[in-house]
């Protein structure tokens, strides 16, 4: 079985013995007999694959999202802000679950989209105090020089 463990690492060894468990499909299934050619056959169901093609999936699409789309959109926000001669910047903390989210949006106006709010960042923080606020915050804007020119901060 220890030949196995190391050879197979997807899988995981359950109370039981005779059966081991699928992370990727989240079930349990018996390797009594075959042991080896069980779990060759398990990874080659219908069911395994599709869930690796999910999962594959879902990777790269979240590589695209924070790879491409949005550094682009920010930078695309960051220069339209730029033209503005006043940018209010808002944030709040939010817990969820064991994290603190902390979104920064910065609003301003705009003469061809009108008043125009976004997400600049989504960060996690450790705690909620002023000062972890206030640093973070100032971290998030330095990163974007040029932005600051006359702003309001609100907390």
Known sequence: MVELQE???TFKVTKIESEVY???CKTSFGITN???PDLEQH???NKHQQKI???ESA?????IVTGVLAPHSVESVTA?????NFIDISTDASNHGNFKIFPVLIQFFDKKHGLTVKII????LNDEKSETIVMTATQILDGRKGLVKKMCFQV
Not at 59 to 63: D, H, L, S
Not at 121 to 124: G, M
């Open 22 to 24: 699928c992370p990727v």
């Open 80 to 84: 339209q802000a730029k033209q503005c």
């Open 59 to 63: 990777v790269k699409a979240e590589a």
């Open 121 to 124: 960042e989504i960060s996690n």
């Open 43 to 45: 990874l080659e169901t």
């Open 7 to 9: 050879q197979y690492t």
């Open 34 to 36: 075959k042991r080896k």
């Open 53 to 55: 093609r999910t999962i």
